[in-house]
């Protein structure tokens, strides 16, 4: 009777250990899974960090094509102004040197002129 005493004590011990070791993973896995939601609340709020961050790095690309495509428009008018301010200045000097002519023969013609009334009047 003592030996089966003696067992169930024993047994009774090696039982409470075993339910104290069951206690401690069974907290153990309790916080593993608090801590595991923690992570995958973390997870969730980088993901939509990221979906943000691409979606504003893609409204910035369309924005720098667009500012491109702008700015080669922009270069394209200012190429075209500055060939027609070209082509203006050389017009422009074309008609300052006709109106050089024309003034020196205007100059001319009159100087002629008013030798023949000198000379008219002479008659």
Do not use: F, P, W, Y
């Not at 250990?17 to 995958?40: C, G, T």
């Not at 609340?41 to 691409?54: I, W």
Request: no cysteine; charged share 45%.
């Amino acid at each position: 009777m003592d030996k089966i005493k003696e067992k169930l004590e024993k047994l009774r011990v090696e039982a409470d250990d075993a339910k104290a070791r069951a206690d401690k993973h069974e907290s153990e896995v309790r916080e593993l899974k608090n801590s595991l939601a923690q992570r995958e609340v973390e997870v969730q709020g980088l993901n939509n960090r990221l979906r943000l961050a691409e979606e504003s790095n893609e409204r910035n690309e369309k924005k720098v094509a667009e500012l491109t495509e702008k700015n080669r428009s922009l270069e394209l008018s200012s190429e075209q102004a500055e060939r027609r301010a070209t082509q203006l200045e050389q017009e422009r000097t074309a008609l300052e040197a006709q109106v050089a002519d024309v003034t020196s023969k205007h100059a001319a013609v009159k100087e002629e002129l008013r030798a023949t009334l000198a000379e008219l009047e002479g008659m």
